[in-house]
């Protein structure tokens, strides 16, 4: 089946200093990857919908400013957190979407998810 | 918007089958995914139904809809050990584009 990576699978970091999060299908092109969050015992909330060549678009009360979302290939999709703090800290999921050929369910991979500690 | 729901937790004992319950709200739902995320990783795609479909079986899974009810049920066969995790169910909303999931049921599988 269909393989998404992230980098890193998890991460430590300063409050005040940026982290970026690297999604990346392996086996298909994805010209639609979605960057999800989700709290502990919780669902995922989607964050935003980031497409190749063009602006991501967020869902509502997500800051764009603040989690910056670069789709620059049809592989690769980045998420990053700027001036992180405490409250950023989670458990971050990326999926890109396959389309397939005829007949083929489109269907959205997720990646194993990056967790992310902010001190 | 689209709200999905789930019941928190279920307990069942190795063996018997389990059937975790998933309620939704979109009427124009096309897609309807099951996905099991175990601790710390991401979600595994497991099933899916198409919304004009009742039933569908993949080996010990069985997943149902009543889309009157807007009910989407999964059952799993001789549940063991390993399918301790918290599965979601999810619904294709917003002209196809976006998955709305639900809460979340925690599977507990007792020996």
């Known amino acids: 089946g269909a393989v998404v990576s992230q980098h890193p699978s998890w991460v430590i970091c300063k409050s005040g200093t940026s982290v970026k999060i690297e999604c990346r299908s392996l086996d298909f092109q994805a010209t639609t990857m979605f960057w999800y969050r989700q709290f502990p015992k919780q669902s995922l909330m989607l964050m935003a919908t980031s497409n190749e060549g063009s602006k991501a678009t967020y869902e509502q009360g997500v800051e764009k400013d603040k989690f910056l979302i670069n789709h620059a290939s049809l592989t690769l999709s980045t998420l990053t957190v700027t001036s992180a703090h405490p409250e950023d800290s989670s458990f971050y999921i990326c999926s890109a979407r396959d389309f397939g050929v005829a007949g083929k369910l489109e269907t959205q991979y997720f990646g194993p998810g990056t967790r992310l500690l902010v001190l | 918007g689209e709200d999905v729901e789930q019941s928190l937790f279920l307990s069942v004992r190795e063996g018997d089958s389990s059937v975790i319950n998933c309620t939704y709200t979109d009427s124009s739902s096309t897609y309807l995914y099951w996905y099991k995320q175990e601790p710390g990783a991401g979600l595994q795609l497991l099933t899916y139904?198409?919304?004009?479909?009742d039933m569908k079986q993949d080996q010990r899974l069985t997943v149902l809809l009543n889309k009157k009810d807007k009910h989407l049920s999964l059952r799993i066969a001789d549940t063991q050990t390993g399918d301790s995790a918290i599965y979601f169910c999810a619904d294709l909303t917003g002209g196809g584009n976006k998955l709305t999931f639900g809460t979340g049921t925690q599977l507990k599988v007792e020996l």
């Open positions: 139904i198409f919304s004009n479909m």
